[in-house]
């Protein structure tokens, strides 16, 4: 995958970012999975470490003009050192939703990748903590 930044505009490739060590992605679909995203990204940071955490918002569905307004909404509510770490996706959101099995735009969509870039675990929902103690117990056999 190869985004922008919330950062900046400058292209990211994900897997060259993340390639020898494992990482959670959060993928989102809508405003409506912003406080899941919250839920389990804070959790994520503090517990695995910031470098370990990358969120990609899937925007393609927004219009145009009030795309700005939405980066500016994000970048207020996530701290400023994770906006590097945030890639923005403006397109490709079916080819997504597809790979992800996404069953509602209300929830996060977590992906582990093990340190070849492959996905060692997966969940979506809301923020449940036996689901984030699922995901600490796989970061833990893939490190």
């Known amino acids: 995958m190869i985004a922008d930044t919330l950062a900046d505009s ?3 490739s994900l897997l060259e970012k ?3 060590r494992p990482v959670v992605v959060i993928f989102s679909f809508s405003k409506d999975a ?3 995203v919250k839920a389990y990204g804070e959790r994520a940071g503090k517990e695995l470490g910031l470098d370990r955490l990358w969120q990609v918002p899937v925007l393609d569905g927004a ?8 980066l500016r909404g994000m ?3 996530m701290p400023r050192e994770l906006y ?4 923005v996706l403006y397109q490709d959101g079916d080819l ?3 790979r992800l099995r996404v069953t509602s735009d209300k929830h996060a969509y977590l992906v582990l990748l093990d340190k070849e870039g492959k996905i060692a675990w997966m969940h979506h929902g809301l923020f449940e903590e036996k689901k984030y103690e699922e995901l600490r117990a796989a970061m833990a056999k893939v490190n």
Not at 84 to 87: C, D, E, K, N, R
């Open 10 to 12: 400058k292209k990211v």
């Open 18 to 20: 993340t390639k020898g």
């Open 34 to 36: 912003a406080a899941q």
């Open 63 to 70: 219009p145009r003009l009030v795309r700005g307004l939405i």
């Open 75 to 77: 970048r207020g509510d």
């Open 84 to 87: 590097a770490q945030t890639l």
């Open 96 to 98: 997504w939703k597809k």
